[in-house]
């Protein structure tokens, strides 16, 4: 195929250059790109594809750290299937189209006077993208963006559109809401919302020793509680997000500009690329960027205290790990960077979340807590991540989906109790491996 066919609204096009994810590690040279503007068209592409015999895979706004969207076939682009399909106030549901960018849901939400219960600390990901793998904030008891789905739509291998609910496909939705694109194309996703709410953000460093050492009771006390461990420090900086009765008191433009935009990416966009260059002034600068973050407190809308602006580009690997054990393993962490010659520009990040009852979900069945390491863009990573995997797969540990890990089917066939449930599944909606590539051969088998 050459050139540009329309077909509706939508198009397809041989792809002249290869696709980049937005970390720029993985790179890959489909034969064609796809943008349907509707599920029939997007059904039409699954089957041509077949007919062509080239595998596929779709894209959104290629935040994953790994390979999971790369393909040497035809790569969809969601771009066209955006915006709202209904909001269905009797039963607090919002149906949105796959590729609609969390950051527009949002926005959109609020307008109506709506809200997701819980979401991410990033919002540029398409709702298909972050809920395929996994993406999560932190909650005692509210959990990951796919635990908020009601019901989803996908297109499957012989190009058949599938409703999937609790009542509906049941067995296909326990999978699919985070299907890691192995069992077919999300076109719709159905999620719970409720009322917007206020959330009162309480910001405080904290040494590494306390915050540690009362874990278990932040966690408990607070409805959405996390924290940063600053490499080469004794540093944190905690996060407490509890709803609140108001009024809404934002941060001031000023102060605000300058928490989150100046400290946290301009100044630190230059730290980590100075340290870049001259990895031995990184512990100096951790010194002085983790007193940086001052103490504050503010209320409003989830998404805007939820998610901040991540400009400052990097490489993370994130482990899932039974609550019980975190605290053993980040101060495991903690005594193998203070013992090895290794320079870490980035804080170390720890959340939660209650046990849900999805197959591939990191928290499938246990309370979690998540631990995750980053690294500046272009920093060699290989042995911090290698060091931090080997602590985090000796608790029991399970790899976000869409971050560095190394791990493969016979490990995480032991991970996951409802592995086998996954794949069983997958052998029935796409037996000869139309959603197939590299990644999803480690990490499924074959």
Not at 268 to 286: D, K, N
Not at 425 to 435: A, E, K
Request: proline residues 6%.
């Amino acid at each position: 195929m050459s050139g540009t066919t329309t077909a509706g609204s939508g198009s397809a096009r041989t792809a002249s250059s290869p696709w980049r994810n937005w970390a720029g590690n993985v790179t890959s040279r489909p034969v064609r790109e796809v943008s349907p503007a509707s599920a029939e068209e997007l059904a039409e592409a699954v089957r041509r594809a077949a007919e062509d015999g080239l595998r596929v895979k779709t894209v959104g706004t290629g935040h994953s750290f790994t390979s999971i969207a790369a393909t040497d076939g035809v790569l969809i682009r969601p771009g066209l299937l955006t915006g709202i399909r209904r909001i269905d106030r009797e039963a607090m549901t919002v149906t949105v189209e796959s590729g609609t960018p969390l950051k527009r849901l949002n926005v959109a939400l609020a307008r109506e006077g709506l809200s997701l219960t819980n979401m991410g600390d990033i919002m540029e990901q398409t709702v298909a993208g972050a809920t395929s793998t996994g993406t999560h904030g932190t909650g005692r008891e509210s959990a990951s963006i796919a635990a908020q789905i009601r019901e989803l739509e996908l297109v499957t291998a012989s190009g058949e559109l599938l409703t999937c609910s609790e009542k509906e496909n049941p067995e296909v939705f326990a999978a699919a809401r985070i299907g890691l694109g192995a069992l077919g194309v999300v076109t719709a996703i159905t999620f719970a919302v409720e009322p917007v709410f206020l959330l009162t953000a309480r910001e405080e460093p904290m040494s590494f020793d306390r915050v540690t050492s009362e874990f278990d009771e932040l966690h408990a006390e607070n409805e959405h509680f996390e924290f940063y461990w600053f490499p080469h420090t004794d540093n944190c900086n905690t996060k407490r997000n509890n709803r609140s009765a108001g009024p809404a008191a934002p941060p001031g433009k000023i102060s605000g500009w300058i928490e989150d935009e100046l400290l946290s990416n301009g100044i630190f966009q230059l730290a980590c690329s100075l340290g870049r260059a001259v990895p031995p002034v990184i512990p100096s600068i951790a010194k002085v960027s983790s007193r940086a973050l001052s103490a504050r407190t503010y209320t409003d809308i989830p998404y805007k205290v939820f998610t901040s602006p991540r400009r400052v580009r990097f490489l993370e690997m994130e482990y899932a790990l039974p609550r019980e054990a975190a605290v053993a393993a980040l101060r495991e962490v903690k005594a193998m960077v203070e013992r090895s010659p290794l320079k870490v520009s980035f804080p170390v990040e720890v959340r939660t979340a209650p046990a849900d009852d999805i197959a591939l979900s990191t928290a499938s069945g246990r309370e979690t807590a998540y631990i995750a390491v980053h690294l500046y863009r272009g920093t060699p990573h290989h042995g911090y991540f290698t060091a931090v995997e080997r602590i985090m797969t000796a608790h029991g540990g399970r790899p976000h989906w869409g971050k560095v890990h190394t791990r493969d089917a016979a490990y995480l066939s032991e991970a996951y109790p409802r592995f086998a449930e996954f794949t069983e599944l997958r052998d029935r909606l796409d037996p000869d491996r139309l959603f197939a590539n590299d990644y999803l051969r480690r990490v499924l088998g074959d």
